[in-house]
């Protein structure tokens, strides 16, 4: 399959400009394309990867992609999607957003080599025009009447809309013609939501350069789930980029936990594995479900793509450790990962050192009478081994690496005791 071919089959085309107009492009030559993004937070969440990583896709059949962060079109606020007014970031919380996005950015594209990408920043080359030259060399060539057929200010227009947010599409149209302009850029890519902004884009080229423009837009579908609900949210939030906001831990669990109704949908979409290697694991999913091998590979591909290999083989073994109970072998970085969410209690005094004290004052046990039951009985396990002497009194080497203790009551009831 030539690249086209194979976004088609992955299911990332959503809308084209000219689909003949570009497969003759590709055939005859190398481009640059882009694909932006605005800082409106200081991470990307997974709801932003597929063009961006479509982008990629583009790399490696040897096209070169400009990866773009909009640190001017993030402090005025795309409308598109937005039924009221975005509140207005400073400059200096965009900047900050503009430096971490840019380090989640670096980590998925290659910029070695002939095609390697080029990361750019739309505030170099709008915060230095003048508001005169931007009404008289760009705001002249866009009608207000072919704004006010973009969907996304004409629902706006009933519960109002300002001139700033008006002209946010003109703003991003100003970037695909300097990038069509210094980097001989041919394509824009991005989501559903973007096509009025990148046929804007296409309408500027075309009116400042007299031509017959040789220059395409294509978006992506929204990704959903199977299910209607929400694509990229956990019970925690949304699932992030940056290591801090969602762990590799959690990111891999996000991604092994994927139903079976959307596994192969999202390998295709998310990784770049081959067209045999999913079909492989489409048969699997269809006739061995309960090994899972859809729902780890995913979760391998993605966990290793945005965190490298150290973090996946990390994400793995506290995994392991906690479906088998064997919590002793994890470190207290790996503990701080996998337990991140589960109730802790910091250890407030050396009589909690005995076991049932500890249980009450940590809520484990409600009483002091249902802690020896449950010690007795064998539903309570430190670090991952039962213990049943109701006047066991912790030790040092209980403590992994001097910091935690991991309590369990039954099965699956995890408090972590902090010291």
Request: proline fraction near 3%; hydrophobic fraction near 35%; glycine fraction near 8%.
């Amino acid at each position: 399959m030539n690249l086209l071919e194979d976004l088609k089959w992955r299911g990332i085309i959503y809308q084209q400009t000219d689909e003949e107009g570009l497969q003759n492009l590709l055939d005859n030559e190398k481009i640059s394309l882009y694909c932006g993004t605005d800082p409106t937070a200081d991470s990307l969440h997974i709801g932003h990867l597929v063009p961006f990583l479509t982008l990629r896709r583009f790399q490696q059949h040897g096209h070169r992609p400009l990866v773009l962060v909009g640190g001017a079109t993030g402090l005025i606020g795309d409308p598109s999607g937005k039924s009221e007014e975005r509140k207005l970031q400073t400059i200096e919380a965009v900047q900050k957003n503009v430096e971490g996005i840019k380090k989640q950015l670096a980590a998925i594209f290659e910029f070695e080599g002939e095609n390697g990408a080029v990361m750019v920043n739309n505030y170099d080359w709008t915060e230095p025009m003048s508001v005169i030259a931007f009404l008289r060399d760009i705001g002249k060539h866009i009608g207000v009447n072919y704004l006010l057929a973009k969907d996304t200010i004409a629902s706006r227009l009933e519960t109002g809309i300002s001139f700033t947010e008006f002209t946010y599409t003109i703003l991003q149209a100003m970037d695909f013609n300097h990038l069509y302009d210094h980097y001989n850029c041919k394509l824009q890519v991005g989501g559903s939501d973007q096509w009025g902004n990148i046929t804007s884009g296409l309408e500027l080229i075309r009116k400042m350069h007299n031509e017959e423009t040789k220059a395409f837009g294509l978006t992506i579908p929204l990704v959903t789930k199977s299910d209607g609900t929400k694509f990229g949210k956990s019970e925690g939030g949304a699932i992030w980029l940056d290591p801090e906001k969602t762990t590799p831990y959690e990111f891999y669990q996000f991604w092994i936990n994927t139903a079976d109704a959307d596994v192969v949908k999202y390998l295709k979409l998310f990784t770049y594995l081959s067209r045999e290697e999913i079909e492989q694991l489409e048969v699997c999913v269809q006739e061995e479900p309960h090994l899972r091998k859809g729902q780890k590979a995913l979760a391998e591909e993605m966990t290793r793509l945005i965190h490298g290999e150290d973090a996946l083989k990390q994400a793995i073994k506290i995994s392991e450790a906690l479906f088998s109970g064997d919590v002793r072998s994890l470190s207290a970085a790996e503990i701080k990962q996998g337990f991140k969410d589960v109730p802790s209690y910091a250890l407030q005094n050396e009589e909690e050192n005995n076991l049932v004290e500890l249980l009450v004052a940590a809520k484990i046990s409600p009483s002091k009478r249902q802690a020896r039951e449950d010690i007795s009985n064998g539903a309570i396990a430190i670090n991952g081994e039962k213990v049943t002497d109701t006047s066991y009194t912790l030790q040092e080497t209980d403590k992994i690496e001097g910091q935690f203790t991991i309590v369990r009551r039954g099965k699956k009831k995890y408090t972590l005791i902090k010291y």
